[in-house]
């Protein structure tokens, strides 16, 4: 693949959670290309492995194995498995996390009026199990994975951690409450873990991308006839460069960060890669 400029990553054993969709699946094989052994974590073992072939098949070294992170004997199984075939994890990527309906309201903002119909999820109505959920694969994810993967870290006293948070956590959007909370807390918890693991030699940091089209969002953003939606005009009009991100245009900023040599003296940063949205007062 081409890459914007390359990094040794060569002996190096790569872990990335949610690699079987569209962003992280292009991190695994980004990581890869560098000379990583790359495996590719998903719930979902035939995205996992579709992801894992590709590598394979450009002559890198990559394994694909099923993995709740919500649970941890699941990602403990996950870290045997790996380990058996790699050795000791250097470079974790926590890419999984996602929104949920529950958590979303129908409108952008309130009015009294809406109260009266009953059809409209207001912020009222938002399910409380539905944005613990939210929470969970977000937050508590990125810990319980980050448990059992960054002890091996430790141990060795050197590693690299790369959350991704999301430009929800800069500004957060109308509609989706919990998800941009969440990735509030990620960017959070990203420089907690930073300061926490400095004298195991281990570099914490995270991503906050901007607005990519992914398999969860496609449907907001794209109507059934692949036209842009009121809300997709939106946010290209709010963002400079005028266009949705490519995931290769996070490439860099992820080799950056994951390699030693490049940023050794980077840790508890979160690097927006927007466009220029956060920038943007709208003026």
Same mark, same amino acid.
Request: aromatic residues 8%; neutral net charge.
């Given at each position: ?143 319980? @994975?980050? #448990?059992?993967? $960054?002890?091996?870290?430790? /141990? !060795? =006293? *050197?590693? &690299? ?52 089209? @992914?398999? #969860?969002?496609? $449907?907001?953003?794209?109507? /059934? !006839? =692949? *036209?842009? &939606? ?54």
């Amino acid at each position: 693949m081409n890459l914007p400029f390359t990094v040794d990553l060569k002996d190096k054993v790569a872990v990335v959670t949610g690699g079987g969709g569209v962003l992280c699946s292009e991190f695994a094989k980004s990581i890869a290309a560098c000379g990583a052994s790359v495996a590719v974590l998903d719930l979902n073992l035939q995205a996992a492995q579709k992801v894992a072939d590709e590598i394979l098949a450009s002559g890198g070294k990559a394994i694909a194995v099923a993995a709740n992170c919500l649970e941890k004997v699941s990602l403990e199984q996950a870290k045997d498995a790996i380990e058996k075939a790699f050795g000791v994890c250097d470079i974790l990527i926590n890419g999984a996390g996602g929104n949920n309906p529950k958590g979303t309201t129908d409108n952008e903002t309130m009015t009294p009026e809406m109260l009266k119909d009953k059809s409209i999820r207001t912020f009222f109505d938002l399910d409380a199990d539905g944005i613990r959920f939210v929470f969970d694969l977000n937050v508590l994810a990125a810990l319980l @994975t980050t #448990q059992v993967f $960054a002890k091996g870290m430790a /141990e !060795k =006293g *050197e590693g &690299t951690i790369l959350n991704i948070s999301s430009m929800n956590a800069f500004r957060p959007l109308t509609k989706i409450p919990a998800y941009s909370a969440a990735k509030a807390a990620v960017s959070n918890f990203t420089q907690w873990l930073a300061v926490h693991f400095a004298p195991c030699g281990i570099r914490v940091n995270a991503m906050a991308p901007g607005f990519f089209v @992914t398999n #969860q969002n496609r $449907a907001l953003l794209f109507n /059934e !006839k =692949g *036209e842009p &939606t009121a809300r997709a005009a939106k946010i290209i009009k709010g963002t400079p460069q005028a266009r949705f991100g490519d995931p290769s245009d996070l490439t860099g900023t992820l080799l950056w960060l994951v390699s030693t040599e490049a940023s050794r003296f980077v840790t508890g940063i979160i690097v927006p890669v927007d466009g220029g949205f956060s920038a943007y007062s709208g003026v």
